[in-house]
């Protein structure tokens, strides 16, 4: 069964990108394949008609993906608004040392996916300030998968890692950043 990516406002379903390609590489060259079978007299139908029915089957399913693809993303334009807004909101507490309330923002802001790059920088910095060396590390290496060539992050890394007493890891952070 096809997995598809819910749009929980409106209630319509998008199929991922992925399975779009998928079939419309299936679409083509199973045209191809009828209409090879059909210029061969395999089967009694026209190969110019079936190769121009597979090819409108997929700029169909093209369009229509990518037209419900801009669709769901321009609905979700006022959230990442507002995320935006969040984000200025903790940063301006994070720059008036206020770090604890600017720590709760950017832990909202990083989600459980810890995926938003700018709140997870914050936010271990926030947590440096805050003397959490525990929690900065989760939060500099969940920014280094997303940005693994960022210096500073490497450094603040090795920080977190002396602060606990953990040399070996604390060498390797160093030098990962001095080689950036």
């Not at 229509?64 to 903790?90: D, G």
């Not at 909202?108 to 995926?115: D, I, Q, V």
């Not at 290496?141 to 890692?161: I, Q």
Request: charged share 25%; glycine share 6%; with cysteine.
């Amino acid at each position: 069964m096809m997995s598809q990516v819910p749009d929980e406002e409106d209630g319509i379903s998008m199929l991922p990108p992925k399975t779009v390609s998928i079939a419309v590489v299936v679409i083509f060259i199973g045209g191809i394949i009828l209409s090879l079978l059909a210029g061969q007299g395999y089967i009694p139908v026209d190969p110019a008609m079936t190769f121009g029915l597979s090819m409108m089957a997929i700029v169909v399913l093209v369009c229509c993906s990518a037209t419900m693809m801009v669709s769901h993303y321009s609905q979700r334009m006022p959230e990442y608004s507002e995320m935006e807004a969040r984000f200025e909101e903790a940063k301006s507490r994070f720059d008036n040392e206020e770090y604890e309330p600017a720590l709760e923002i950017f832990k909202g802001l990083a989600g459980p996916r810890m995926n938003h790059k700018r709140a997870l920088y914050y936010g271990a910095r926030c947590y440096e300030e805050l003397g959490d060396w525990e929690n900065m590390k989760v939060f500099c290496k969940a920014y280094l998968k997303l940005k693994p060539k960022d210096k500073e992050v490497w450094e603040m890394l090795n920080r977190a890692h002396k602060k606990l007493f953990e040399y070996e890891e604390a060498e390797e952070a160093f030098e990962r950043a001095s080689k950036l």
